[in-house]
């Protein structure tokens, strides 16, 4: 069964620090994966998007990992700001067919407090 | 990126009334998908709005509570009828751009049913 994990469920943490959330996935075939930060209230909105073949990518002080051999990614999130108090899901796309199919983690509701 | 606007942001419904959800996206699209949102769950796939055709339901969705209209390109709409109280989610109109590649969220219609 295709399923993407993520832990910690939620993060409290404090304005400056950094913090590393992990997504795990069973998901076949890959096709790729992506991180999407969803404010509260709001759509989500998308970080990085990483193929088989990448395992690593960055967007501002956010940093994403990818392992394909483990199945194991991670965001990395550098200097926090307030403003990066969200959830962050993590979406692995399985390939085939007409259409990629989307598998939505339940996403880790961080809180960064002054 | 592509803007997307969904017209209501928000509504609060009253049991066994239908209420319909407008999407619109500043350029032409080629995939248009309706996603869920329960209270702290990730997304849920509705179904993906076919333009000139019937839409494609995902399992445990159907046509009689969700239909789904997409006459052009830019714009599909969703009905949520005969709601109940556990009809209350946010609603996503997400769109693929021509040529694919990332995937893009509007900013969700929170409906609440009493």
């Known amino acids: 069964k295709n399923q993407v994990e993520q832990s910690p469920q939620s993060l409290i943490i404090l304005e400056g620090k950094n913090c590393t959330l992990q997504?795990?996935?069973?998901?076949?075939?890959?096709?790729?994966l992506r991180w999407y930060k969803q404010d509260t209230g709001r759509g989500p909105v998308s970080l990085t998007i990483?193929?088989?073949?990448?395992n690593t990518k960055s967007n501002g002080r956010y940093t994403a990992t990818l392992d394909a051999d483990t199945k194991q990614s991670s965001l990395h999130i550098t200097a926090s700001q307030l403003s990066d108090s969200a959830s962050y899901i993590c979406v692995v796309s399985a390939s085939g067919g007409a259409t990629n199919k989307l598998i939505f983690g339940t996403g880790t509701l961080l809180a960064v407090q002054p | 990126s592509a803007v997307i606007s969904q017209k209501p942001s928000r509504d609060i419904c009253q049991r066994g009334t239908s209420l319909t959800i407008q999407c619109q996206v500043d350029?032409?699209?080629?995939?248009m998908f309706w996603y869920r949102q329960q209270p702290g769950q990730s997304l849920t796939l509705i179904a993906t709005a076919n333009q000139g055709s019937e839409a494609t339901y995902e399992s445990g969705f159907v046509i009689d509570k969700f239909p789904i209209s997409r006459p052009n390109l830019t714009f599909s709409t969703l009905t949520v009828s005969n709601m109940s109280p556990e009809d209350s989610s946010i609603y996503l109109c997400?769109?693929?751009?021509?040529?694919?590649?990332?995937?893009?969220f509007g900013p969700g219609t929170r409906l609440t049913v009493l």
């Open positions: 990483m193929t088989f073949s990448e």
């Open positions: 997400s769109v693929v751009r021509q040529g694919g590649g990332t995937q893009y």
């Open positions: 350029s032409q699209v080629t995939m």
């Open positions: 997504c795990n996935y069973t998901v076949s075939p890959f096709s790729n």
